[in-house]
């Protein structure tokens, strides 16, 4: 008894690791594993692992945290999920919003630990779905239509359902068949096809910059029997002063033509925009091969044409559609060019940007470069260049020669070539370089170092002859003692008046006085004029005999 006491003690306390964990509240449930998100256009669906794969009373339920509130809500389409996976798109969520989600297993009362997923925004994990295609059959054409990833209302590629671009694969149904990869729009139509063909093709979306799509399932017609009339080709466009001319190439006589015009924007909006194609006016039952517009048919932007034939009783599918930029179709006008000698025999060159037809300057709409070609009047090697700006030189040319210039304008760009004819020939003669100024500064300075040297020996000169031909008339040092007051040059003057005498008159031997007498006056001038010459006579020998006197009695007093 004791035996089977123990027995049964031992066995109940063998279970007790077993139905604790449960009572105590379900420790015994682990998390799911591998918990991951699945999206695909507007389908949401979360995925995990059970585990314990064994176990199969167990249901899983998932919440859902928007970051900017902070609250965990319960995740629609996600409770008590008895699978390993669930869809939650009927849950409506911005889909750029960053959200986290929670997942759980619970069995009866038991529950496990949360199993965390890293946030996440619906957009980054979303893949491009494959698209829906339906196609249309002509003789050497396959139109094709496209409709975007994901539902109509739905709410992942709702705004970039016009920004897909579409890679199309096509081959002919048959094991040699080449395959060939075009880039089309929602509706487009692939050309050169051989009729009654059977061609298949398969199409994906692209997203740019990084998101591409699966591939649709493949898709099979058969081209239709080839028709009476061809389309016409090799559809041009050209600009004409205030008129485009639309010109195409056809084969067969008596026949019409009919154009019409779209928006090429329209062509990326998912649809049918056959009814959207508008006439070209004074391009309707035309017969011959090309109609003329005006050009206010069209502002600026991106068009689609196309050409259709007409005999009456049968009209041709459409033309390939030309795609017709207005930006690009100008008549770019030559640039004007202006030219100016400089310093160091350079000339420096303007270029103004050339117009278009309405002489509207088209510099700031399209990258324009610039050929100039520039030459020696003298001679016939020209020298091309292409230069970017407006405004440069040409440096160390040759001094004092005519050089020539002209330029024409080039649009850079790599959808098309087209520039202008070349500028009026301009011509320019260069400055003196550094070698004449040179010699031109050491003339002048030559020169004003001459100048003074100069005048030192004219003035030397001027000394000389003076010398020689106008010698100084200076009485001797004994009379020149007594004649120091009035030098002897004075003699030479000729003057209107008359000299002063000076006479000594001699009142005894001590005393020598000096009478000076004046010139007399106009009237005693006339007066002694008048006397006749032997009063003047009397006058002379009076004077000298008083001055002999004079001078016997001088000499007698200075020997005593």
Not at 51 to 62: E, G, I, K
Not at 324 to 348: E, G
Request: net charge neutral.
């Amino acid at each position: 008894m004791l035996a089977l006491l123990s027995a049964t003690t031992l066995v109940l306390v063998a279970g007790v690791p077993w139905m604790l964990p449960a009572a105590a509240g379900g420790t015994n449930l682990k998390s799911p594993q591998n918990v991951d998100v699945y999206i695909i256009d507007d389908t949401f669906i979360l995925r995990w692992n059970r585990s314990r794969p064994s176990v199969r009373n167990v249901t899983f339920s998932a919440d859902y945290q928007i970051l900017e509130n902070g609250a965990w809500l319960q995740l629609p389409g996600c409770q008590s999920v008895a699978s390993t996976e669930c869809n939650f798109s009927s849950v409506k969520l911005n889909v750029y919003e960053e959200i986290k989600l929670r997942i759980r297993a619970e069995e009866g009362n038991n529950t496990s630990p949360w199993r965390y997923v890293d946030s996440f925004t619906l957009f980054e994990k979303a893949q491009i779905g494959p698209p829906k295609v339906h196609l249309e059959a002509e003789d050497k054409a396959i139109i094709v239509n496209i409709s975007p990833p994901g539902t109509k209302d739905g709410g992942m590629w709702a705004s970039d359902s016009s920004g897909f671009i579409y890679s199309l694969d096509i081959w002919k149904n048959s094991s040699s068949g080449e395959r060939k990869t075009k880039t089309v729009y929602s509706r487009d139509k692939i050309y050169e096809l051989s009729p009654e063909t059977t061609y298949c093709l398969k199409v994906r979306a692209r997203l740019l910059p990084r998101k591409t799509g699966a591939y649709s399932p493949v898709y099979c017609i058969k081209t239709a029997v080839e028709n009476k009339l061809p389309p016409p080709e090799n559809i041009q466009v050209e600009a004409k002063n205030q008129t485009y001319i639309l010109k195409w190439d056809y084969a067969q006589e008596n026949v019409t033509f009919y154009a019409q015009w779209l928006h090429a924007y329209l062509k990326k909006i998912p649809g049918d925009n056959s009814g959207k194609w508008k006439q070209i006016p004074n391009c309707k039952n035309v017969r011959t091969t090309q109609c003329v517009f005006p050009k206010n048919t069209f502002h600026k932007g991106i068009y689609l044409i196309r050409v259709r034939a007409s005999d009456g009783n049968t009209t041709s599918v459409w033309s390939h559609e030309e795609k017709f930029d207005t930006q690009l179709q100008i008549t770019l006008f030559p640039p004007v060019i202006t030219m100016k000698p400089t310093n160091n025999a350079s000339l420096r060159v303007y270029i103004s940007a050339p117009g278009e037809s309405e002489n509207k300057p088209v510099n700031h709409l399209y990258p324009l470069i610039y050929e100039i070609v520039f030459w020696e009047n003298t001679s016939n090697a020209e020298r091309k260049i292409l230069e970017k700006r407006t405004d440069f030189t040409f440096p160390q040319l040759k001094p004092l020669t005519v050089y020539c210039v002209k330029v024409r304008a080039l649009i850079q760009d790599e959808r098309w070539n087209k520039s202008s004819v070349f500028s009026d020939i301009l011509c320019e003669k260069t400055k003196p370089g550094n070698t004449s100024k040179t010699w031109l500064i050491a003339g002048v300075c030559a020169a004003l170092f001459s100048i003074p040297v100069v005048i030192y020996v004219m003035k030397l000169l001027f000394r000389c002859i003076s010398y020689v031909f106008f010698p100084s008339s200076k009485p001797p040092s004994t009379i020149d003692e007594y004649f120091s007051e009035q030098p002897l040059r004075n003699l030479l003057l000729f003057t209107s008046e008359e000299l002063t005498e000076r006479c000594f008159i001699i009142e005894n031997t001590n005393t020598i006085t000096a009478v000076e007498e004046t010139n007399q006056t106009d009237g005693e001038h006339k007066k002694y004029s008048s006397q006749t010459s032997q009063d003047s006579g009397n006058y002379s020998n009076e004077d000298e005999s008083t001055g002999s006197k004079f001078s016997e009695e001088f000499l007698h007093q200075e020997t005593e």
